[in-house]
């Protein structure tokens, strides 16, 4: 094709222009990238420091409510639920952990659990009713280790009635957000601790009290975690919705989310004055490039060669000079980003990256230069069709 011959001989013999056309491009992008780079960075590591914590996925609870069954299951169902199950008021959720022998008494929490327990590690689970999980700060001040043995206990009536029920540890952990003295049990176990200290009868442990089916069915509280942190804010208001008085972390990951609009239009309105001068530039040697070559094109025409074929001649300049800059910015841009990550973390002791920049918003950028660049391209490529065989002795 003599139009790509013609342009890459061009682009090869007097390359300053075109050097110069890729030196503007590179002027207007690699800020671009940086700049973007830079807002999505900050933003990601606020919102990975609040994907780092499974606390901050809670949906708290505040007050007292009757959770019945039928409750529970609308609740289970809302969008974005991620965990969600009944607990004790905060009274039966108390006990005493000890060895065996009674010996190393020590007050403790009792927390339900089940599969899908944002606070239990992965791979970590219960295994059967007298399993248990310890938090790790309660291991270390008991001296307990998976598969040692040890009991809760409560008492009623004015400590006239006890109750033991022994247990085996399984596993500790250590997932931030769990302090204290935390023992993670199978909901039954605190079913059988908030019926015995309620009077009831609980006749699987030997306890003898009122008849136990004469125990409403009903829960004054739930741990409830979102899916995900994207989920929290709307898990939140679905509660409200149902009407529960709820705490979370939706005021933050809204602020995040807002912070995160304006410096989004910031970078984008900065980008927009740099694309504008982009495109003054390039429109400016585009224009120059056509009247250098005016008689050439004549020439061509009177050659023999059509209109399109020497159109095509500025279509492929534009497509080596919007290659060409764009392959500089972006290795400069990448180096530049690696290289303030590592002064980040050498200097700050930081573990994410300050500097991010994902493939796609990558490929974006660089989607909506390209276009612009052959638009422009194109519309000189039109302008040159109007030149005729003609203009050559008219110029002379």
Request: with cysteine; glycine share 8%; proline share 5%.
């Amino acid at each position: 094709m003599i139009a790509f011959d013609l342009a890459l001989k061009s682009f090869l013999r007097t390359p300053r222009p075109n050097i110069a056309a890729m030196v503007a491009l590179v002027s207007v992008l690699l800020p671009m990238l940086v700049l973007w780079s830079m807002k999505v960075g900050f933003i990601q590591s606020m919102m990975d420091e609040l994907r780092s914590s499974p606390a901050s996925l809670e949906i708290r609870v505040k007050g007292d409510y009757s959770i019945t069954p039928d409750v529970m299951s609308r609740i289970a169902s809302l969008e974005g639920v991620g965990f969600a199950m009944p607990r004790a008021r905060y009274l039966a959720s108390r006990a005493f952990a000890s060895e065996p022998t009674g010996r190393n008494r020590t007050p403790v929490s009792l927390m339900p659990t089940g599969v899908g327990d944002p606070l239990i590690p992965d791979g970590l689970a219960l295994q059967k009713e007298g399993d248990a999980i310890l938090s790790s700060g309660l291991a270390d001040k008991m001296g307990l280790k998976a598969g040692d043995a040890f009991q809760i206990a409560n008492s009623r009536r004015n400590q006239s009635e006890h109750m033991r029920i022994p247990l085996t540890v399984v596993g500790i952990t250590s997932i931030e957000g769990i302090s204290g003295n935390w023992v993670f049990v199978a909901p039954s176990i605190i079913a059988d601790v908030e019926a015995f200290l309620d009077g009831y009868a609980v006749p699987r442990r030997g306890e003898t009290g009122r008849d136990p089916l004469t125990r409403p069915n009903v829960h004054s509280g739930l741990r409830l975690y979102a899916r995900d942190i994207e989920a929290v804010v709307d898990l939140a208001a679905q509660m409200r919705g149902l009407g529960f008085s709820v705490e979370s972390n939706a005021q933050r990951i809204e602020a995040i989310r807002r912070l995160d609009r304006i410096l989004s239009w910031i970078v984008i309105a900065l980008a927009v004055i740099l694309l504008i001068g982009l495109v003054l530039s390039i429109w400016s040697f585009m224009v120059v490039q056509l009247e250098r070559l005016k008689s050439h094109i004549a020439l061509l025409g009177l050659m023999g060669q059509k209109q399109p074929g020497t159109g095509l001649y500025f279509i492929f300049i534009g497509l080596f000079n919007a290659l060409g800059g764009l392959l500089v910015a972006n290795a400069l841009a990448l180096a530049a980003m690696a290289l303030g990550n590592q002064q980040f973390r050498l200097f700050l002791d930081r573990r994410g990256d300050i500097f991010v920049l994902p493939m796609d918003h990558l490929a974006l950028l660089n989607g909506v230069v390209l276009c612009l660049q052959l638009l422009l391209a194109s519309f000189i490529a039109f302008q040159s069709s109007k030149i005729r065989p003609g203009d050559l002795f008219r110029d002379q």
